[in-house]
């Protein structure tokens, strides 16, 4: 089946670490994305990529870092100087048409927690 | 920026249809309508999408006037599966790609 796969689903964080969130896309998709959720809150947007080396700041990118050197995979670090990590975190794929109405494929999410 | 406003919350019994309104009034030309549902702790899922007038899927219908500057999400005999948040978006076609998901509208079934 195709579809996006996200990894792990639970992670925790130490103060002053680095994390890395997996996601994986087999659905041939060119653009991914990365959104992050906090409770009760609609999804924010962290970093996209429309294509493989490229990628693009959303409106919360500050204390993250990516990188698409593969089609199917667009991991997300959550570095040190994010001082507020704890939140779900939403990776999704689509297919990139110059126009909205491509819908946007989800995986199940990540939940990141500080120790 | 097309910016969607929906209600916070709504509630429902069991076998009634529910419609949530949407309003986006400053929609672009080349923007599509778009609904998705988010169970707790998972990934939004897509819904249904429209341009104009009326889409009927399976699940749902979307009902957008002539004007564009509002869309319904109407949910037909709804089951307490269906308690869920929902999120009406508009596309940035200027941008290309991103979406811009808001609070949602958490609606609650009971029996």
């Known amino acids: 089946d195709g579809g996006i796969t996200q990894s792990p689903k639970y992670l925790f964080r130490k103060e002053g670490q680095n994390v890395t969130l997996s996601c994986e896309q087999n659905?041939?998709?060119?653009?991914m994305y990365w959104y992050r959720q906090d409770p009760g809150q609609g999804l924010r947007l962290i970093y996209y990529s429309q294509i493989v080396n490229d990628f693009q700041k959303g409106d919360i990118a500050e204390g993250y870092s990516v990188s698409r050197e593969k089609k199917e995979s667009f991991p997300l670090t959550v570095t040190s100087a994010q001082k507020n990590p704890t939140a779900f975190y939403l990776c999704?794929?689509?297919?990139?048409?110059?126009?909205?109405?491509?819908?946007?494929?989800f995986g199940d999410g990540t939940r990141l927690s500080i120790l | 920026l097309a910016k969607t406003t929906q209600p916070i919350s709504m509630d429902s019994y069991e076998g009634q249809e529910v419609n949530i309104t949407c309003s986006h009034n400053?929609?672009?030309?080349?923007?599509?309508i778009t609904w998705y549902q988010q169970f707790p702790s998972q990934g939004p899922r897509f819904i249904i999408q429209?341009?104009?007038t009326k889409v009927t899927n399976e699940v749902a219908s979307l009902f957008i006037p002539a004007d564009r500057k509002s869309s319904t999400l109407s949910l037909p005999r709804v089951s307490l599966s269906d308690t869920a948040v929902y999120y009406c978006?508009?596309?940035?076609?200027?941008?290309?790609?991103?979406?811009?998901f808001g609070k949602g509208t958490s609606l609650l079934v009971t029996p």
């Open positions: 659905l041939n998709h060119d653009a």
């Open positions: 999704a794929s689509s297919t990139p048409t110059g126009f909205s109405n491509q819908p946007q494929h």
């Open positions: 429209g341009y104009k």
């Open positions: 978006l508009v596309g940035f076609s200027n941008s290309g790609y991103a979406l811009n």
């Open positions: 400053n929609i672009a030309t080349n923007d599509y």
